[in-house]
């Protein structure tokens, strides 16, 4: 049996759900890999580029501002959980202006794309806004902030389903990332100076996630199932709904990286970053049909 390590780096459905469904669906044990699952948030590149990665963005900002020779070779969406959540008062980004966000490190995946989403709203983040840096977590403490008024709005992942929380609190969403910039993002990321691509063990959990995302494609009541192990909050009706309106819509059936929504999508990430475009999207976006063993698809309903 090959084994290793897959590190997500953020929480919430963006980050985990597709490794989630693969192991609950036995889809590794099928590829004969033993993959540990391990919580790499607060991990330094150096610790995290000795195993795989489900954090596309983190590999892509790496690589970009520090030369770490990342490549993804699976990609699950092009479109990124995470949503700008408002108390009543600002009814769109433009309206974020003199007040207060709490937001994601500049220097994150989630935090350069905000800041992007903001820049086309006509906003500079460092002058027009109040922003309150906060690591990724489950955003309990900004909605009790929002709820207190001691924040705005907040920029929020997928821990939650947004519009089931503003419909709850009388909160608006004012803008959900996804609709704003598009990224090939979260899937299987490796740095060759560790991990080959081709390594067996790579290739079977690559095999392995492109089943799960036919799970998600074709048994939706699976799916749900499983989305609401993460949002507990949540009723069944409100899971279906995230499910209906943010996953089965954007996660990819096969896959596969788009390399022009990748190469418009580096162009972005490195002028925010203020780094130059060292790699085009194909050297990056790796993401040709996983070779070895073929486990077979079970048909959809």
Known sequence: MYTIDLAYVGRGLHEELVAYIADQQGYYADEDVHVALRDGCAWDEERLRRGATI???RALLSRLAKGI???ALEVNTHCPLFWFLARPGPTSLADLAGRRLAVHAPQTAPGCFARIVLRQAGLDPDRDIDTIVRPPGDYGLDLRRLNDGTIDAALVGSTMAPEAVAAEHGWQVLAWIGDHFRIPTVGVAVDPTYVHPDDPAVQAVV???????QVIHNEPDTTVRYIRTFLGRHTADEA???YETFIAPYFTIDGQADLTVGATAIT???????VPATVIAAEFYR?????GPTVPTPPGP
């Open 268 to 274: 972005a990430v490195a002028a925010e970053l203020g």
């Open 287 to 291: 993401t040709a049909a996983a070779r």
């Open 69 to 71: 020779p990342w490549v």
């Open 207 to 213: 095999r392995a996630h492109r089943r799960a995302l």
């Open 240 to 242: 279906r709904a995230h």
């Open 55 to 57: 954090g596309l963005g």
